[in-house]
């Protein structure tokens, strides 16, 4: 199984910054996902990063506000742009292996709250 | 209407208890049927997947997909305070692309 290092795991951001959050996996992966649990709420997908190419991204998020980064096969970044306290959220990386499995591997994720 | 709908809970039983976990979606189309287990200030594992209807069983868990109702359950037998954690049913078409998740049910499992 995947093992996923995600840095920062907590921070505290001032609105109208940006923080850019780490994913590095311990094995090459096609893809990349970078999902937002909300307090009390559920994994939403923002984008899937694939290598080589631009990030696709799901409904409702843009590339100006969630631009990310992957270089190589092992790692990728997620920025938040111009955060403001909705964007306080815990913010995951995963990965799948076996394309007939299903399985999504997570980081423990990256505990954002902007002030 | 949300693609698949699940009870936040929060959810208390006793030791021993045997729980039972659901999900109902609303696409037929969906093939991959998965629960994560989520502890606090975790990244959500996998615990059992299934792909198109039926039951799959793995020690004190029993996941059921009910596919001409669009229920999906996971049951936990004999249930352990170190159960304790949110339940996150998911859905998937293409298997681990574009999986969706319900919102969770927050279980307690007292001693």
């Known amino acids: 199984s995947a093992v996923i290092s995600q840095k920062p795991s907590r921070d505290i951001c001032q609105r109208g910054t940006s923080l850019t959050i780490q994913c590095q996996v311990d094995?090459?992966?096609?893809?990349m996902f970078w999902y937002r649990q909300q307090p009390g709420q559920s994994l939403t997908l923002i984008a899937t990063?694939?290598?080589?190419?631009?990030?696709?991204?799901e409904s409702g998020f843009v590339i100006d506000k969630f631009p990310i980064s992957r270089p190589n096969l092992t790692f990728s970044t997620l920025t938040v742009s111009n955060m403001s306290p909705e964007d306080s959220s815990i913010y995951l990386c995963?990965?799948?292996?076996?394309?007939?499995?299903?399985?999504?591997?997570f980081g423990e994720g990256s505990r954002l709250t902007v002030l | 209407q949300k693609e698949v709908e699940q009870d936040p809970g929060p959810l208390s039983v006793p030791e021993g208890a045997i729980v039972s976990l659901n999900c109902t979606y609303s696409?037929?189309?969906?093939?991959?049927f998965m629960w994560y287990r989520q502890y606090s200030r975790k990244g959500p594992e996998l615990l059992m997947y299934?792909?198109?209807?039926g039951n799959k069983e793995d020690g004190r868990f029993t996941a059921q997909v009910d596919k001409s109702s669009k229920y999906i359950s996971l049951f936990i037998r004999d249930s352990q305070p170190s159960d304790s954690a949110t339940y996150l049913c998911?859905?998937?078409?293409?298997?681990?692309?574009?999986?969706?998740f319900g919102a969770g049910t927050r279980l307690f499992v007292k001693a």
């Open positions: 998911a859905i998937s078409r293409t298997g681990g692309f574009k999986t969706i």
């Open positions: 990063a694939n290598q080589g190419s631009e990030a696709t991204y």
């Open positions: 696409n037929s189309a969906f093939q991959y």
């Open positions: 094995s090459q992966v096609t893809m």
């Open positions: 299934t792909y198109s209807s």
């Open positions: 995963s990965v799948v292996q076996g394309a007939n499995t299903g399985e999504l591997f």
